[in-house]
């Protein structure tokens, strides 16, 4: 079995097939074969995707009801309240496809300081009589955009987002469209998922 961390660069598409012909994928960074995302980072998203070919791993880490936790560092207009990060614990209503849902109980927090991350290429516009602040959310969830959708539901909008966790498996050291392998002990507790997942739910 393959299991690799992929920091995945801005405007690259989260798979290995080409669609339009300028348009990048995966493919133009992972030259592995048979290996696949688990679960999906929006092209205008940027960070930490798992690759592999294990399937059974990837219905484990997809399925809500296991309730893996993924972090993120979203970078929003506006300085947040305590009542809009309240918000977003205790869960956002949003508007679904064919209803509307709430959100799961979420952490949140401001990050102050601001992290020190790679530079994005484009970079994000800024508005010079609007400040910016940085927020990481921790979900147990993974529903389309949705944390471009709850932060702009309590007001701050989204200007860059960076998943920078799957359960405890991270980002660090990894530069944009930079790959590895996952370490022995990482791989150790992605395999103890596998063999217990009723019994390490929530724990990975």
Same mark, same amino acid.
């Given at each position: 079995?393959?299991?690799?961390?992929?920091?995945?660069?801005? +405007?690259?598409?989260?798979?290995? %097939?080409?669609? @339009? @012909?300028? @348009?990048?994928?995966?493919?133009?960074?992972?030259?592995?074969?048979?290996?696949?995302?688990?679960?999906?980072?929006?092209?205008? %998203?940027? !960070?930490?995707?798992?690759?592999?070919?294990?399937?059974?791993?990837?219905?484990?880490?997809?399925?809500?009801?296991? !309730?893996?936790?993924?972090?993120? $560092?979203?970078?929003?207009?506006?300085?947040?309240?305590?009542?809009?990060?309240?918000?977003?614990?205790?869960?956002?209503?949003?508007?679904?496809?064919?209803?509307?849902?709430?959100?799961?109980?979420?952490?949140?927090?401001?990050?102050?300081?601001?992290? +020190?991350? $790679?530079?994005?290429?484009?970079?994000?516009?800024?508005?010079?009589?609007?400040?910016?602040? $940085?927020? @990481?959310? +921790?979900?147990?969830?993974?529903?389309?955009?949705?944390?471009?959708?709850?932060?702009?539901?309590? !007001?701050?909008?989204?200007?860059?987002?960076?998943?920078?966790?799957?359960?405890?498996?991270?980002?660090? !050291?990894?530069?944009?469209?930079? $790959?590895?392998?996952?370490?022995?002990?990482?791989?150790?507790?992605?395999?103890?998922?596998?063999?217990?997942?009723?019994?390490?739910?929530?724990?990975?």
């Amino acid at each position: 079995m393959k299991y690799i961390l992929l920091n995945k660069p801005y +405007e690259v598409v989260c798979q290995f %097939s080409k669609g @339009e @012909e300028a @348009e990048r994928t995966l493919a133009d960074f992972v030259p592995v074969p048979d290996v696949y995302p688990v679960g999906r980072l929006d092209a205008d %998203s940027e !960070g930490l995707v798992l690759l592999t070919d294990d399937g059974q791993l990837q219905h484990m880490l997809t399925d809500p009801s296991f !309730g893996h936790a993924k972090t993120y $560092w979203a970078q929003v207009e506006g300085l947040p309240t305590p009542e809009a990060l309240d918000t977003l614990r205790n869960g956002v209503l949003l508007k679904g496809f064919k209803t509307k849902y709430r959100t799961r109980p979420a952490k949140a927090r401001v990050m102050d300081p601001a992290p +020190e991350l $790679w530079e994005r290429n484009p970079p994000i516009r800024f508005r010079a009589k609007i400040p910016t602040a $940085w927020i @990481e959310i +921790e979900l147990q969830e993974g529903r389309n955009r949705q944390v471009r959708r709850m932060t702009a539901k309590v !007001g701050f909008p989204t200007l860059r987002l960076v998943r920078t966790a799957i359960g405890d498996l991270r980002v660090d !050291g990894l530069q944009p469209g930079e $790959w590895r392998d996952l370490k022995a002990s990482e791989l150790a507790r992605v395999l103890r998922l596998k063999e217990s997942p009723l019994r390490v739910r929530r724990t990975l």
